[in-house]
């Protein structure tokens, strides 16, 4: 098996990209550099770009994504004794890619700006080795070969130093000729960091070897955004203010000192300076390198990003509402009188609180009273009954601003003591309750109605009133004190108003970044060096290598921020000009498993708000997280995201191997699996059947295999870790054992798992679309959309995503198959049979289609091989996402399916040639989307091999026969080897203390 298995690996290592013109994890030239752009920067610190002619470009340093951020910044190389005499002079580029000749910003009008018509080498070549890249320079009219290595510290599972704000380009020179060369290189730049181009308000000024930035001026330019470059240990001149003037005056008079290899030596000044260049002279024997290492450094301290609804203040102050809010509320309706309790007023969604009723004693048959709002119960009225304050009958709005009669039928509770309770326990859209006019009465509400409206009867004999917020205070009705904000587990720390990069706790200038960029180069660098060398020095195939190593990058782009505090908060993507989809989504991080392994303290650091900040006292999580991280959040609960997260939890557990941590967090995880229990599995029969919402941004009516398998997962490692805990689990078992067999029974049509579409039955049935709305043509359209149910679900479809619980589960370390493995495998290769197409230019698409559309190929999400899609089915259903195709073809590969799984990656990688996309940009919903750091689990996909660190366990479990890994864990990486059935373990960086070796035959 294993002979047959690695001769068609070997035949895979030799395929080939783009028509077979390049390796895959090869160089790139020609038209493979035209979209090339590698990060380069920290995590949560911003970046800058190689392009892949070895230009600067997407400059993204102020906490969000400048896509189109190529500033007037260039490096360059003046030989003074070329052939002939004269100096000859290059930017230190290959050739403008032809996208950028007609269709960049700006090029209407002639490219003003830009370094592109300056002379430039003529042939380029450009290589990643994550998180170094080299671009190779030539060109016959230059003595000198180039190249350049791009880079920036990454040192697992260390964080801080694989956060610092900096990046370095090293330019190394190599005499071709027999004669010595003497030359000039520079680096020279318009102040970018200048973002009104108004010299006036900004300046440049001076570090050692090099120049400064600002985007402001005076005794506080650093607390403005700086970006200082510098080149250490070589005789440096620099010119800190080019030459003012009108129209293209400074760029000019900067090439022309360029041109002729004259360095200008020009002090700072205290503003007005367009630009700065720094020149070191060198000279080169024949045949003689000389490496100019250029570093960059940056400090923006402070910014105005701010995300989703944080508790702000209590939600109850110390008068009832007038009615509609001044802060953008719709208008209130509804309510009696003059006053109401309305808690959107004066603060939106954000406030919390509770607002309680002196007790009273029950004595009616009714309690009728006005209520509106949100429809979460989140935010409800409340009856409690009782010494101990039993909530036994709530009620939420209907997201109106109207508010509307409801009533509590007291029968049950004659004669005890009885309190109401307003709560608001939500910051999120229609987090907010109103509530009026609180009457106790015998007689239905029917009976008490006059005249239009909501008018009742005001007849004392008919009617006891409670509270109608009249008065200018609650009165006797209690306001709960609102709690201390914070931004921690142990409510040390102070939230500021808006985001604050970690490294601006750490350092004070962005002169203290550049000294300790200088004085750290070296370790960080060989630190650097040992990861890329042990990721690299594998046997897993090429396409595998180029997928993982190429969405690093995500770790090092705007999409990742690292707050104050050290924690993580990321957006999905990034759009052309901020991040996208913000929150720290949790069903879109779900799919991302490379800092969990590379960087397990900052992946906790996402349980941590997800367990504390995120989640209220009923054990809800808001799937979008507040930034700064506070109490609250910015969406309602996703069932995919929440149950995910309880796997996840497991995940960290066993790679840190921390009992202490379990511990802790139990309580808070067995609260949001019963909430997810209670809310969407009612009726405890093992599947999720009210509506769900899913990172589909839609919501399933009735039982999944998508969802559906996350609960099996959710259950199945909740059973693992109360079992460790010591608690009784046995609900949770029962769960999980009903939901198996459902799961088989009902959800697998023999070829693959689906839907069963819930029309009635529901606590929540679906509310269906008004054939009124439209026009005469379109009524029966709307009526037959009704007929076949809630719109947007699946149903009898074979969705990619149908089984990815389980995919979770088994990269989380739950080794014990949930589901039977043949049933899985049926489904994954049904997948890869109807859903991965060759040519999508047949396909029909009126999603997004420029994921994948034309002669690209692809995954798509989902397909109705044996008929039944519905006329409006889930809103993504006909695209191609790369975090779902490397999800799939990790799990073919995990039960066997090699082939079938590396079809996938390569057909995916096919697209990000170069061409025409990023190769180190995998997008979906932005720019360097977290989801396409599924292409991690491939690694274990493939091998098996995982560490865990509870047990202190090495598994392997490998699917290609003998093999060498990267593997990396809390401690330390290496590479993990099998060779004829022997494990070797070789630890590069750290320890990794191995006291047991579990080696498991594949299938």
């Not at 082939?899 to 390569?906: F, N």
Request: charge should be negative; charged fraction near 20%; proline fraction near 6%.
């Amino acid at each position: 098996m294993w002979a047959g298995l690695c001769g068609l690996l070997l035949c895979v290592c030799g395929q080939s990209s783009s028509s077979g013109e390049r390796p895959f994890n090869g160089p790139y030239v020609g038209a493979q550099l035209n979209r090339v752009a590698f990060p380069i920067g920290g995590i949560g610190a911003g970046m800058f770009c190689l392009e892949g002619t070895g230009a600067i470009s997407h400059v993204s340093v102020r906490h969000r994504m400048e896509f189109f951020h190529e500033p007037t910044v260039f490096a360059a190389l003046c030989v003074l004794d070329a052939e002939g005499g004269a100096p000859v002079a290059r930017v230190l580029e290959g050739p403008i890619p032809d996208w950028k000749y007609f269709g960049a910003a700006g090029t209407g009008n002639g490219g003003t700006g830009t370094t592109y018509g300056f002379p430039r080498f003529r042939q380029a070549e450009f290589v990643a080795r994550f998180p170094f890249a080299t671009v190779q320079l030539a060109d016959q009219a230059l003595p000198v070969a180039v190249t350049i290595t791009g880079w920036s510290p990454f040192t697992p599972p260390d964080p801080d130093p694989s956060s610092l704000p900096v990046g370095a380009l090293e330019y190394q020179f190599r005499n071709t000729s027999d004669r010595s060369v003497r030359a000039v290189f520079s680096f020279n730049a318009r102040n970018f960091m200048c973002a009104d181009g108004n010299w006036g308000n900004s300046s440049i000024g001076s570090v050692e070897g090099g120049f400064v930035l600002y985007a402001g001026k005076g005794p506080q330019r650093d607390r403005s955004g700086a970006f200082a470059v510098f080149v250490p240990d070589e005789p440096t001149v620099v010119d800190h203010c080019w030459f003012r003037g009108g129209w293209w005056d400074a760029l000019t008079i900067a090439w022309n000192n360029v041109a002729q290899g004259t360095p200008v030596d020009n002090p700072p000044v205290d503003s007005n300076a367009p630009g700065a260049s720094l020149a070191v002279p060198l000279q080169l024997a024949p045949g003689q390198e000389k490496t100019i290492r250029l570093l960059a450094s940056w400090y923006v301290p402070a910014s105005s990003l701010r995300f989703g609804n944080r508790a702000s203040g209590p939600a109850f102050r110390q008068a009832p509402s007038r009615g509609t809010a001044q802060n953008g509320q719709q208008p209130v309706a509804g309510f009696l009188g003059r006053g109401l309790v309305n808690t959107f007023d004066p603060d939106g969604d954000a406030s919390q609180g509770s607002l309680t009723s002196p007790a009273f004693r029950i004595d009616k048959r009714y309690l009728h009273f006005l209520v509106g709002g949100g429809s979460d119960l989140q935010t409800r009225v409340e009856l409690r009954v009782g010494d101990e304050d039993e909530v036994v009958q709530s009620v939420a709005g209907r997201d109106r601003e109207q508010l509307e009669w409801t009533s509590f039928d007291l029968a049950r509770w004659q004669g005890q003591e009885a309190r109401i309770g307003i709560v608001d326990r939500s910051s999120s859209g229609w987090g907010h309750i109103l509530a009026d006019h609180f009457v106790l009465s015998d007689e239905p509400l029917a009976a008490l109605r006059t005249g239009s409206g909501n008018a009742i009867t005001a007849e004392p004999q008919r009617v006891v009133l409670l509270q109608d917020f009249e008065g200018d205070d609650y009165g006797d009705w209690v306001a709960e004190p609102q709690p201390a904000a914070c931004c921690c587990a142990t409510g040390a720390c102070e939230i500021p108003e808006s985001y604050t990069p970690w490294y601006s706790t750490q350092y004070q200038t962005v002169a203290e970044v550049a000294r300790h960029w200088r004085n750290s180069y070296a370790e960080l660098r060989q630190r650097s060096e040992v990861f890329r060398d042990a990721f690299f020095d594998s046997t897993l195939p090429p396409e595998v290598l180029e997928a993982v190593a190429a969405n690093l990058t995500i770790i090092k782009s705007p999409t990742v921020l690292r707050q104050q505090d050290g924690r993580l908060w990321c957006f999905e993507g990034c759009g052309d000009d901020s991040g996208c989809c913000p929150g720290s989504c949790t069903h879109v991080w779900n799919y991302a498993q490379a800092l969990c392994h590379l960087f397990p303290s900052l992946e906790r650091s996402l349980r941590q708000t997800e367990y504390h900040e995120s989640q209220d006292e009923q054990g809800r999580q808001a799937f979008r997280a507040n930034l700064p991280i506070a109490k609250g959040g910015g969406a309602f609960d996703a069932a995919d995201g929440q149950l995910g997260g309880i796997m996840k939890a497991y995940r960290e557990w066993r790679i840190s191997g921390d009992d202490q941590w379990l511990s802790a967090y139990w309580p808070l995880i067995k609260k949001s699996l019963n909430y997810m229990i209670a809310k969407f599995d009612p009726r405890h029969t093992g599947l999720l059947e009210e509506d769900h919402h899913n990172t589909y941004d839609i919501n399933y009516f009735g039982p999944d295999g998508h969802c559906g398998s996350f609960y099996l997962g959710a259950l199945q490692a909740a059973v693992a870790m109360g079992t460790a805990t010591g608690d009784d689990v046995t609900t949770y078992q029962q769960l999980l054992d009903k939901g198996k067999q459902r799961m088989l029974s009902e959800l697998f049509n023999g070829e693959y798992f689906i839907q069963i579409v819930q029309k009635e039955g529901l606590d929540r049935n679906f509310v269906p679309t008004n054939p009124a709305y439209q026009s005469d043509a379109y009524r029966r359209t709307a009526e037959l959309v009704n007929e076949q149910g809630p719109k947007y679900q699946y149903g009898t479809g074979c969705l990619s995503d149908g089984v990815l619980g389980l995919w979770m589960a088994a990269v989380c370390g739950i080794d014990e198959p949930i589901l039977p493995v043949p049933e899985v495998r049926s489904h994954l290769l049904a997948v890869h049979r109807y859903n991965l197409k060759r040519d999508l230019s047949a396909h029909a698409n009126p999603q997004r289609p420029t994921f994948a559309m034309g002669d690209d190929g692809g995954l798509l999400l989902c397909s109705w091989p044996r008929g039944g899609k519905p006329l409006l089915p889930f809103v993504y259903s006909d695209e191609v996402w790369t975090g779902i195709e490397y999800q799939v073809a990790a799990h073919l590969c995990m039960l066997g399916c090699v082939e079938e799984g590396l079809d996938i990656v390569r057909t995916c990688r096919l697209r990000y040639d170069g061409v025409r996309r990023n190769p180190f940009n995998e997008y979906e919903c932005g720019h360097w989307y977290a989801r396409a750091m599924s292409s991690y689990a491939l690694l274990q996909g493939l091998t098996g091999a995982r560490y865990d660190a509870v047990t202190k366990t090495l598994h392997v479990r490998s699917q290609v026969g003998d093999f060498r890994s990267f593997l990396c864990t809390e401690t330390g990486f290496g590479t993990v080897e099998l060779r004829g059935g022997e494990v070797l373990l070789q630890v590069r960086s750290g320890t990794i203390p191995v006291e047991k070796w579990e080696v498991v035959a594949a299938p």
